[in-house]
């Protein structure tokens, strides 16, 4: 059974970044209708998003885990297909790096040969290989920086064991774990993350499982919790992928509705504290069909 402080060394905090580069821009380029200098100021505009992931072995191969729409570039216009740019986001007291490794051009060559799985939108999973040539420095990274993975055994295959009031526990990054940013120059705000982070626990219980591929959980998470670990009595039983939201009425000051000028009501979203979180026997499908890629 993994203890607390090994889940610790587990999980990740990741930056991605998209850049604003649709599908139409990459291809006006190749036709020539816009010129280099053009595709430059596009490059500038980028967007980044954080989330958890999971350091993971099997064996001697290594992998990090987590929510298919932390990592996925849906801007770029083109099927599964991942962030330009992942950075590790700096451990609290850890030694900072002059030159940290990255992930990057993780979607050259065909697809089937790419050292990623996703699977669908709902199970909303992906698996990124750390055993190929662009991904094995990043590995080497998290392993220098004292990350530990945790072994494939400590994957809870069998969610029927799983039961309504068992108590549970998640490990991920929100913005409530960003303790510190750090001042970078231009050039080294492009190539890594200013931020300072710790893992935060939140503690519940399962509030619903089913045979569905996902169950509730009542537990505290939020934006940056995506692809964190939920644990069960040391072992990983499921990835966080979404809050639940529902739509509540936006009302004036005075109490009345809000309606646009079509005669439409306006809804705000609401978020509440239960979180929708993918079965973790799914990972296990994922890691076979990754590891059908030879290299991997």
């Known amino acids: 059974m993994l203890t607390n402080e090994k889940w610790k060394k587990a999980v990740v905090h990741l930056e991605c970044v998209a850049n604003d580069l649709t599908r139409e821009i990459r291809e006006k380029l190749l ?3 816009i010129t280099q200098q053009q595709w430059g100021q596009f ?3 980028e967007n980044r998003s954080q989330g958890t992931a999971i350091f993971l072995k099997d064996g001697e ?6 929510a298919k729409h932390v990592v996925e570039d849906r801007s770029s216009g083109y099927p599964d297909y991942l962030c330009s740019l992942i950075f590790l986001v700096q451990r609290y007291g850890q030694p900072i790096e002059d030159d940290p490794e990255i992930i990057m051009n993780i979607n050259a060559g065909v697809t089937k040969m790419r050292p990623f799985v996703l699977s669908n939108d709902e199970r909303d999973l992906a698996v990124i290989s750390l055993n190929d040539s662009s991904t094995e420095g990043f590995c080497e990274f998290l392993i220098k920086q004292g990350y530990e993975p945790i072994d494939i055994t400590e994957i809870e295959n069998n969610s029927s064991e799983l039961t309504e009031g068992d108590d549970v526990y998640a490990i991920g990054f929100p913005n409530t774990s960003l303790l510190q940013e750090r001042e970078l120059s231009q050039a080294e705000a492009h190539w890594q993350s200013k931020f300072i982070s710790n893992p935060l626990f939140s503690f519940g219980k399962i509030a619903m499982n089913t045979d569905l591929d996902f169950m509730w959980v009542d537990i505290s998470i939020y934006p ?9 009595d040391g072992k990983l039983i499921g990835i966080v992928s ?5 739509l509540g009425e936006s009302i004036t000051q005075s109490g009345n509705p809000v309606y646009v000028g079509d005669g439409e009501q306006v809804f705000s979203e609401i978020r509440i504290p239960f979180a929708n979180v993918i079965k973790s026997h799914l990972i296990l499908d994922l890691l076979e069909e990754l590891n059908q890629k030879d290299y991997v």
Do not use: A
Not at 242 to 246: D, G, L, M, P, T
């Open 43 to 45: 490059r500038k505009r």
């Open 224 to 232: 940056g919790n995506s692809g964190g670990p939920v644990i069960k």
């Open 242 to 246: 979404s809050q639940s939201i529902i």
């Open 31 to 33: 036709s020539g209708q």
């Open 61 to 66: 191969k290594k992998y990090l885990v987590t």
